[in-house]
């Protein structure tokens, strides 16, 4: 290892749990969720193993987030969902990205673009079937399906899909989850009696969890994006077999005695309670490593699980190892899939009182991604 620290990505994980996660779709196409570099787990890399895993379609929140994966040389097809204002359409539609509408404002925006690059837009119209987030309530949906059936006619849009989110379907047993798939339903019909479905119009609203425990909310395609990087989206439900793709690693940099009382860190936090031997770890909260997890999450060092000794700083952070050997430049393991005694992200999640989302997603630029096939499946 070259750099202070990594995060390795094993891209058979991902290809590995999208084929799993494929075969509980039983049928119903993958869009994987992308998005936020792919969870941390890096972009292009993590989206061709998500597409060699079954995926046919990627889903990304971000105009820009789809024209990066297009740079990258990514052909699938890209949905993107989260659009706001003056966002790059144009460049969108040259570059065949589909795009989310849930509000008649935004649609004439893909529409002007649609008009001014005289490229038919392909669009996905989102309900909002109870998370009140993105989506269109349904007071309103019969009049964006109106102003889309009319771009349609004019042959600027084109519907491809209709979709939702699910506000709790983490939450198994949650009684929002079967009025949401009511008001999808309610929503579906509408657009069934004004045209605006079809068999050519796929329907989604799954995500990952959603398609571990909800077999009726598969539809016509499904979105996971947790689950492919093998993240628990039901950690009280287990691992589903998963694999975790990320391994986080740093390299020890200094390691030193010290004597007993040496107050360790900003604040003094830590104290040693004997001489004993600290090792710097060379990744901080600038790294994504939380502050809050000072005292409390664990790292795989000597062959042993440490507490972060005292607080993390902005590029570092310190292990009390003890009369335990250590070396500057050994590795220590932050967390992996914990086939080596190492924590898991999940651990991490837990320990900070967080997803395993935030763990993955926050690790920052600075810690490069090294891509890695272990072949297990
Ligand atoms: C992030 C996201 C997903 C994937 O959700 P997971 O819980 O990670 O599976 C699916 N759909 C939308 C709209 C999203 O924003």
Not at 55 to 67: D, I, M, P, Q
Not at 95 to 109: K, N, Q, R, T
Not at 239 to 266: C, H, I, N
Request: glycine content about 12%; proline content about 5%; some cysteine.
């Amino acid at each position: 290892m070259a750099t202070p620290a990594q995060a390795r990505i094993d891209l058979d994980a991902i290809r590995f749990n999208v084929a799993m996660l494929k075969e509980r779709a039983r049928g119903a196409e993958l869009m994987g969720a992308v998005k936020a570099d792919a969870y941390g787990h890096g972009l292009v890399p993590a989206a061709g193993a998500v597409l060699e895993g079954g995926a046919s379609r990627l889903g990304t929140a971000f105009v820009r987030e789809a024209l990066a994966l297009r740079a990258g040389g990514v052909t699938a097809p890209i949905l993107s969902w989260l659009l706001t204002p003056d966002e790059p359409l144009d460049e969108a539609l040259r570059a065949d990205v589909e795009l989310s509408a849930s509000d008649p404002g935004l649609l004439g925006e893909i529409a002007a673009a649609a008009r001014r690059t005289g490229i038919t837009a392909k669009l996905h119209l989102e309900a909002d079937t109870g998370m009140s987030r993105g989506g269109c309530p349904l007071a309103g949906w019969p009049e964006l399906l109106d102003a889309a059936l009319e771009l349609r006619a004019e042959g600027v849009v084109e519907i491809v899909g209709l979709w939702s989110h699910f506000a709790c379907a983490d939450i198994p047993g949650h009684p929002s989850i079967g009025r949401q798939l009511e008001e999808f339903e309610t929503a579906l019909k509408l657009a069934e009696q004004v045209g605006a479905a079809g068999s050519h119009v796929i329907r989604h609203i799954a995500n990952s969890a959603a398609i571990m425990t909800l077999p009726a909310a598969r539809y016509d395609l499904v979105r996971p994006g947790i689950a492919m990087y093998g993240l628990s989206p039901i950690p009280e439900l287990g691992d589903f077999g998963l694999r975790q793709a990320m391994t986080l690693v740093a390299r020890a940099g200094l390691v030193k005695r010290v004597p007993e009382g040496s107050g360790v860190s900003y604040a003094h936090l830590y104290t040693t309670e004997r001489e004993t031997t600290l090792g710097l770890v060379p990744l901080g909260y600038a790294d994504g490593i939380l502050r809050h997890a000072t005292g409390r999450a664990e790292v795989l060092a000597g062959g042993r699980r440490r507490t972060i000794a005292g607080r993390v700083c902005m590029d570092q952070f310190m292990i009390d190892m003890g009369d335990d050997p250590l070396s500057a430049g050994d590795e220590v393991v932050l967390f992996g899939p914990g086939d080596g005694g190492e924590p898991t992200a999940q651990e991490w999640a837990d320990t900070l009182g967080t997803i395993t989302h935030e763990i993955v997603t926050r690790i920052g630029s600075r810690v490069p991604r090294v891509y890695e096939r272990r072949s297990s499946g």
